[in-house]
């Protein structure tokens, strides 16, 4: 069976920083079909990094700079580097290999 099991989520202030990981299994692991996407309440799902390869990464316009996604791939596993987090940051962050499983969510606020 497939699971994506994410983690790393919580409360951080203005201008901290969270690092997110989401573990894959139950087929072979392939980092450059995975992507991290990111819902706040009222808002539309929106991409927040797609893979690639490890030097074709893309990155939303709103976290350039601030976020960096990451692979071990003998961990089967992905990350997403959140520094200097804004209170817009917030939303519940998914994992994907590219919309065909999805992580349970994990929640991210920002907040003084």
């Known amino acids: 069976q497939v699971q994506l099991v994410e983690s790393g989520g919580g409360l951080v202030q203005p201008g901290g920083s969270l690092r997110l990981s989401c573990a894959f299994s139950?087929?072979?692991?392939?980092?450059?079909?995975m992507a991290w996407y990111r819902q706040a309440p009222g808002k539309q799902r929106e991409l927040v990094a797609q893979?690639?390869?490890?030097?074709?990464?893309r990155y939303a316009d709103s976290v350039k700079g601030r976020f960096t996604a990451s692979r071990d791939n003998a961990m089967n596993t992905i990350y997403l580097q959140m520094n200097s987090l804004k209170p817009e940051d917030t939303a519940v962050y998914y994992c994907t290999d590219v919309g065909v499983h999805w992580g349970q969510g994990t929640q991210v606020t920002v907040s003084s």
């Open positions: 139950g087929i072979p692991f392939d980092a450059s079909l």
């Open positions: 893979l690639g390869s490890a030097l074709t990464t």
